[in-house]
């Protein structure tokens, strides 16, 4: 029997999740729920993120920055478990009032600078640094084009397909097969681009393939979600050869490690020392 179509309430009101997984990651409202000071580490960057896609993006741009040589950029990398509900401490909102990692603290200047936002940091360092993004004119406004793009079409693959595919308490057809031709479409957008170009944005790497790759670079190698036969992804050939080349980076390899719990990853980062040693 089919169930009653859903009719929504006049006015939502929230049920505490108490057995999900995401009980302490969603709620509807803002700010702090407990008191909690972070810590702070020696180099004037502080981060604090955990491995998921929107993390390796900075921490990729980090390894990247300090492979270019570029010894400023040496950062401090602090894990925020947001399953167990980090990114509610009274500290973590204070950088980042959306609650959402990752977030940073520059404290290089005065005052200290917060950025917040995957893509907010990662143009503030690659703007400071003077670095994988172009200073001005065209191919400027090309690598913000793809890195905005990246961040407006993320949440399709995450919060939309990745949730209703692999995350939800039942598989429906309707929600998955919505997102899943939202995400075949982004996929194709991407391998069009890159049929003759090497990069994004041409020739050069940029700070707009970095955040690309995070997801959809993933997706195609590591198969996000258990999803590469599904979508097919083999099929984007120009979008593996890309994502495959960024993937084999030694900076990008070093990136992916941080703020990861496995056995393979590094929990926290203090210097470049902790990945040596986990490579050995």
């Excluded at 741009?61 to 925020?80: D, P, R």
């Excluded at 950088?95 to 200047?109: G, L, Q």
């Excluded at 172009?134 to 995450?158: D, K, M, T, V």
């Excluded at 050939?237 to 719990?261: D, E, F, M, S, Y």
């Amino acid at each position: 029997m089919n169930e009653s179509p859903y009719v929504p309430p006049k006015v939502w009101q929230w049920e505490k999740e108490s057995e999900s997984r995401f009980a302490n990651i969603n709620r509807p409202i803002a700010g702090a729920t407990h008191e909690k000071v972070l810590p702070v580490g020696e180099h004037p960057l502080q981060l604090y993120s955990l491995g998921t896609p929107n993390g390796v993006k900075v921490t990729v741009l980090l390894e990247e920055l300090l492979a270019l040589g570029k010894t400023e950029a040496e950062y401090n990398a602090w894990l925020i478990n947001i399953g167990e509900g980090d990114q509610f401490g009274s500290g973590f909102v204070d950088i980042n009032p959306n609650s959402k990692i990752p977030a940073m603290v520059d404290h290089s200047t005065r005052p200290p600078t917060r950025i917040f936002e995957s893509g907010a940091i990662m143009l503030y360092l690659a703007d400071k640094f003077q670095a994988f993004v172009p200073a001005e004119g065209s191919e400027r406004a090309e690598c913000l084009s793809w890195l905005f793009w990246q961040i407006g079409s993320a949440p399709y693959l995450g919060g939309g397909f990745g949730h209703f595919y692999a995350y939800a308490p039942q598989r429906w057809e309707y929600p998955i097969n919505r997102f899943a031709m939202e995400i075949k479409r982004q996929l194709d957008v991407l391998d069009k681009n890159l049929e003759n170009r090497e990069y994004l944005c041409g020739d050069p790497y940029t700070i707009a393939d970095m955040a690309v790759y995070s997801w959809y670079g993933q997706l195609v190698l590591t198969g996000l979600y258990e999803s590469k036969e599904f979508l097919d992804v083999d099929s984007y050939t120009h979008l593996v050869r890309w994502a495959t080349q960024i993937h084999n980076r030694p900076a990008v390899r070093r990136g992916r490690k941080v703020n990861r719990v496995s056995k393979s990853g590094l929990k926290e980062r203090h210097s470049a020392a902790d990945l040596d040693a986990l490579e050995k």
